[in-house]
């Protein structure tokens, strides 16, 4: 089945050690987003690229990039998590004018 | 910028009732999408239905069912015939058709069916 895949799942890091989430999709969608959702919260978006244009929110930390190097992967990279960067990471894709967006399962980020 | 409220933190009901969700947005927009999205414990969030501003007729995927009134913005989704199966965090979300399509969430209800 068609799917949008995330790795890993569970993901622990040490306080200040870069990390890098990464998701994968069957869909061939063209737009790919990212959101950091924490407990009990809503999902916050962070970035999306609209094939390789990337599109940062306004409020998103400077700690947070991604890449897309393909259609297919997209990848999160936190320079130096910090604890309150603890969270579930989800990814998402759509595809053009589909107005629909698919989650992935999300990968749950430990800071110790 | 457009805000999604969804004034009912928690919510619990019996199986096999009818349980409603509300949901309120705010817009200046005339056409754009509403959805609701269900997120079980631990799992994946799954889109359960999506309503078409434009469009008058309220959507309904089986058991699932919205109530669309577009001038007084709201957006409420009924569960017919609850089942264990639907406790979940449940999101209200708004998407633009203008610009960037990204969703706006709303604070999520907590539903839990019990037996």
């Known amino acids: 089945d068609a799917m949008v895949i995330q790795n890993p799942r569970y993901q622990v890091t040490q306080f200040g050690k870069p990390v890098t989430l990464s998701c994968s999709q069957t869909?061939?969608?063209?737009?790919m987003y990212w959101y950091q959702q924490k407990s009990s919260q809503a999902p916050k978006l962070l970035f999306h690229y609209y094939d390789k244009d990337f599109n940062n929110e306004a409020d998103t930390p400077d700690n947070f990039q991604s890449r897309r190097p393909n259609t297919s992967f997209c990848f999160l990279d936190i320079r130096s998590p910090g604890l309150g960067d603890a969270a579930m990471y989800l990814c998402?894709?759509?595809?053009?004018?589909?107005?629909?967006?698919?989650f992935g399962p999300g990968t749950r980020l430990t800071v110790t | 910028a457009q805000t999604v409220t969804q004034s009912q933190p928690e919510m619990s009901v019996q199986e096999a009732e009818t349980v409603t969700l509300s949901c309120t947005y705010d817009?200046?927009?005339?056409?754009?999408?509403l959805f609701w999205y269900k997120q079980p414990p631990s799992r994946q969030m799954i889109l359960v239905i999506r309503q078409e501003a434009y469009k008058q007729q309220n959507a309904t995927e089986n058991r699932f069912s919205v109530n669309f009134q577009k001038a007084a913005k709201s957006f409420s989704l009924k569960i017919s015939d609850s089942q264990l199966g639907d406790t979940a965090m449940y999101f209200c979300?708004?998407?633009?058709?203008?610009?960037?399509?990204?969703?706006?969430f709303g604070q999520g209800t907590r539903l839990t069916i019990n037996p």
């Open positions: 869909l061939n969608h063209n737009v």
């Open positions: 979300a708004f998407m633009s058709i203008q610009g960037a399509q990204k969703l706006v």
């Open positions: 998402a894709t759509e595809g053009d004018g589909n107005y629909e967006q698919y």
């Open positions: 817009t200046s927009e005339s056409n754009y999408y």
